[in-house]
């Protein structure tokens, strides 16, 4: 995108339709096209990114809290929110189905 288009973002406009690509609502689609429309644009979030903090704001659990409820270390949590590295494809539905009904969490801690 050039720095002419930038000036000219409809935020709203382009968080519908990459979430209508992502078929999901992606919450912090928004914060990060401001950015980019202001200049800032240096961090990067992907969808996998997004998608955990989602399920962890959906379960209101900390990442402590959440790596030990999906039995993985806390430095891979945090890497993985990070966006150092991507979660596997396994841990992504996971959270797919966390998101969708946070209840689920609970019963994880049960096991």
Do not use: N
């Amino acid at each position: 995108m050039r720095l002419k288009d930038l000036q000219t973002l409809d935020i709203e406009a382009e968080a519908r339709a990459i979430e209508a690509d992502a078929g999901e609502a992606l919450p912090d689609i928004r914060t990060a096209l401001a950015e980019v429309k202001s200049g800032i644009g240096a961090r990067v979030t992907t969808p996998p990114q997004m998608l955990l903090r989602q399920a962890r704001a959906k379960t209101g659990l900390t990442q402590l809290e959440f790596a030990k409820r999906i039995d993985t270390p806390a430095a891979t949590l945090r890497d993985w929110e990070q966006g150092r590295f991507a979660p596997p494809g396994g841990v992504v539905c996971l959270l797919r189905l966390i998101v969708k009904h946070p209840e689920l969490s609970e019963e994880l801690a049960a096991v």
